[in-house]
């Protein structure tokens, strides 16, 4: 039962990992789009 338990809890950590990368990727992304952009326009 406890390696279950740590075993869902690895599950866990490693499905909310790629989303933090992603949301952090896109994010910094966007600000270089805005911060290059921004004395273009």
């Known amino acids: 039962m406890e390696t279950n338990r740590d075993d869902r809890s ?3 950590v490693y499905g909310m ?10 994010a910094i992304i ?3 789009m805005f ?3 921004a ?3």
């Open 30 to 32: 966007l600000g270089i």
């Open 17 to 26: 990992l790629p989303w933090v990368c992603g949301i952090a990727m896109a």
């Open 39 to 41: 004395p273009i326009s």
């Open 35 to 37: 911060w290059v952009a």
């Open 10 to 12: 690895e599950i866990d």
